[in-house]
């Protein structure tokens, strides 16, 4: 049972920083792809970053030189360095992850994160 748990989620005035984990149970290295999606109510879940095994990291336009994912040496936890944060990155973040082999997709519980003055 593959299990993902977010933290670091808080309060933080604009322009700040804040870093989100995402524990995995198990090794990440078992994930094709890696990510943080984000949602505010009444709106769809949005994705903000993903890492894959291979290749190069993407990033939403939107968060674009302000947002960096990446994983610990352990390869058991993903990072979201989130800096120069807005009051428009309000909203509960999710880390995911997929096998693709087998088209499963994990989330996380989400963490929340609030940008205000």
């Known amino acids: 049972q593959v299990q993902l748990v977010e933290s670091g989620g808080d309060w933080v005035q604009p322009g700040g920083s804040l870093r989100l984990s995402c524990a995995a149970s198990?090794?990440?290295?078992?994930?094709?792809?890696m990510g943080w999606y984000r949602q505010v109510p009444g709106k769809e879940r949005e994705l903000v970053a993903s890492?894959?095994?291979?290749?190069?990291?993407v990033y939403a336009d939107f968060v674009k030189g302000r947002f960096t994912i990446s994983v610990d040496n352990a390869m058991t936890t993903m990072y979201l360095q989130m800096s120069n944060l807005k009051p428009d990155d309000t909203a509960v973040y999710y880390c995911?992850?997929?096998?693709?082999?087998?088209?499963?997709?994990?989330w996380g519980q989400g963490t929340q994160v609030t940008v205000s003055s």
């Open positions: 995911y992850a997929d096998r693709l082999a087998s088209n499963e997709r994990y």
């Open positions: 198990g090794s990440i290295f078992s994930f094709d792809v």
């Open positions: 890492r894959p095994r291979t290749g190069s990291r």
